[in-house]
């Protein structure tokens, strides 16, 4: 019950965030939000290990969520801002390698700071991690000179706001829709991600050891799909990237899900591992290209909110047909539904006069 909380903190924070970040995200200097989001993030974990009450844990943790709920569209529009359209897709594949690296070596790092310290010992060092990227971040570029901000949000600006988002996506019928059913995937391996351990010890029938090596196989598959993307994003496609990556992802959950043995599991989460490097590193780069820059921060949060609140909703019904029937039942139904909606992703991105939206100064021969 208290993993099952803290996996429900995450959405719930981005939903009382995400309404109305937009609207402050897109009217300041974005570099300034993240430094400050940053300052506050480090500031409230290091204070966690003051706390010996779950609730008051729960409540920074929250807290925190908050922040890195803010923070995410933040750096999305600064980085789109930054990084020439040229430029994003090799920018993006390298952010991947980056982000896959930290996901396997950050647990090294923690795991030895328990080690040879305490857990305080390594909640401190990811404290001061904050204020590091806090640094590094003070030595980037301002790209807002022409953003003056406003007195203070309102909430008849944020219903403006809204209401530009759904006129924009009214007229980007397209772009909406392939962003929409990416991220419907994405929710649904985060609802699948807090069955894993109880899938993985009921049915695979893992030790704790054994489990521990399964989560570094996935490691290791996304290590492995960052660096085949990083090293071939000048020939691949955008749209191949998407559709194909995405697919792949949602074919490595039916592996995982209809397995009975370690063997089957480690295959299902090498190959949907491996296949999202692509499928994150094509989405990422479809809508910063195709996504207006004076409103992305609005939208992305916007879409943050309804992603959020499916995402509970997912989480829930699954960990009650876990509880009804098995988990089992609720992981190869949840991988089913996920490659069906794969499945139309695939389809819309292959649509031939859709070409314009997947343009890629890279390979010369697409010519848009």
Same mark, same amino acid.
């Given at each position: 019950?208290?993993?099952?909380?803290?996996?429900?903190?995450?959405?719930?924070?981005?939903?009382?965030?995400?309404?109305w970040?937009?609207s402050?995200?897109?009217?300041?200097?974005?570099?300034?939000?993240?430094?400050?989001?940053d300052?506050?993030?480090?500031?409230?974990?290091a204070?966690?290990?003051?706390?010996?009450?779950?609730?008051?844990?729960?409540l920074?943790?929250?807290?925190?969520?908050?922040a890195?709920?803010?923070?995410?569209?933040?750096?999305?529009?600064?980085?789109?801002?930054?990084?020439?359209e040229?430029?994003?897709?090799?920018?993006?594949?390298l952010?991947n390698?980056?982000?896959?690296?930290?996901?396997?070596?950050?647990?090294?790092?923690?795991?030895?700071?328990?080690?040879?310290?305490?857990?305080?010992?390594?909640?401190?060092m990811?404290?001061?991690?904050?204020?590091?990227s806090a640094?590094?971040?003070?030595?980037?570029?301002?790209?807002d000179?022409?953003?003056?901000?406003?007195?203070?949000?309102?909430?008849?600006?944020?219903?403006?706001d809204?209401?530009?988002?759904?006129?924009?996506?009214?007229?980007?019928?397209?772009?909406?829709?392939?962003?929409?059913?990416?991220? *419907?995937?994405?929710? @649904?391996?985060?609802?699948?991600? $807090?069955?894993?351990?109880? !899938?993985?010890?009921? &049915? %695979?029938?893992?030790?704790?050891?054994?489990?521990?090596?399964l989560v570094?196989?996935?490691?290791?598959?996304?290590?492995?799909?960052?660096?085949c993307?990083?090293?071939?994003?000048?020939?691949?496609?955008?749209?191949?990237l998407?559709?194909?990556?995405?697919?792949?992802?949602a074919?490595g959950?039916?592996?995982y899900?209809?397995?009975?043995?370690?063997?089957?599991?480690s295959?299902?989460?090498?190959?949907?591992?491996?296949?999202?490097?692509?499928?994150n590193?094509?989405?990422?780069?479809?809508?910063?290209?195709?996504?207006?820059?004076?409103?992305?921060?609005?939208?992305?949060?916007?879409?943050?909110?309804?992603q959020?609140?499916?995402?509970?909703?997912?989480?829930?019904?699954?960990?009650?047909?876990?509880?009804? *029937?098995?988990?089992? @039942?609720?992981?190869?139904?949840? $991988?089913?539904?996920?490659? !069906?909606?794969?499945? &139309? %992703?695939?389809?819309?991105?292959?649509?031939?006069?859709?070409?314009?939206?997947?343009?890629?100064?890279?390979?010369?021969?697409?010519?848009?």
């Amino acid at each position: 019950m208290a993993v099952a909380g803290l996996y429900l903190l995450i959405p719930a924070a981005a939903i009382l965030t995400s309404f109305w970040s937009g609207s402050f995200i897109d009217r300041f200097d974005k570099r300034r939000i993240m430094i400050g989001l940053d300052v506050i993030r480090a500031v409230f974990v290091a204070i966690i290990p003051l706390f010996t009450s779950l609730g008051l844990i729960y409540l920074f943790v929250f807290l925190i969520n908050m922040a890195s709920s803010f923070f995410h569209p933040t750096a999305t529009t600064y980085i789109t801002k930054l990084v020439p359209e040229k430029r994003r897709k090799r920018f993006n594949s390298l952010h991947n390698l980056m982000s896959s690296g930290a996901f396997v070596i950050g647990p090294a790092i923690a795991g030895a700071l328990v080690f040879v310290g305490s857990p305080d010992l390594a909640i401190y060092m990811n404290a001061l991690s904050f204020l590091l990227s806090a640094l590094v971040l003070s030595l980037l570029p301002g790209m807002d000179d022409d953003v003056n901000g406003v007195d203070r949000l309102s909430v008849r600006m944020i219903k403006e706001d809204w209401k530009a988002v759904i006129a924009f996506s009214r007229k980007a019928v397209y772009v909406m829709a392939v962003y929409a059913l990416f991220e *419907i995937v994405m929710v @649904f391996t985060a609802a699948l991600d $807090s069955t894993e351990v109880v !899938f993985t010890r009921r &049915v %695979l029938g893992l030790s704790e050891s054994s489990y521990g090596i399964l989560v570094s196989v996935a490691g290791v598959g996304f290590i492995a799909g960052s660096i085949c993307v990083t090293l071939f994003v000048s020939i691949l496609p955008l749209r191949y990237l998407i559709g194909t990556g995405t697919l792949m992802t949602a074919t490595g959950y039916v592996i995982y899900a209809l397995s009975n043995s370690f063997l089957g599991g480690s295959i299902g989460v090498f190959v949907l591992s491996f296949a999202l490097a692509g499928a994150n590193t094509g989405f990422i780069t479809f809508y910063q290209n195709n996504l207006p820059i004076e409103i992305m921060g609005r939208i992305v949060s916007t879409v943050s909110v309804f992603q959020s609140i499916f995402q509970i909703v997912l989480i829930v019904a699954i960990g009650s047909i876990v509880e009804i *029937i098995s988990v089992q @039942f609720a992981v190869v139904t949840g $991988s089913f539904l996920m490659l !069906f909606m794969a499945i &139309v %992703l695939i389809s819309l991105t292959a649509m031939p006069a859709k070409s314009k939206y997947f343009r890629d100064s890279n390979i010369a021969t697409q010519g848009h």
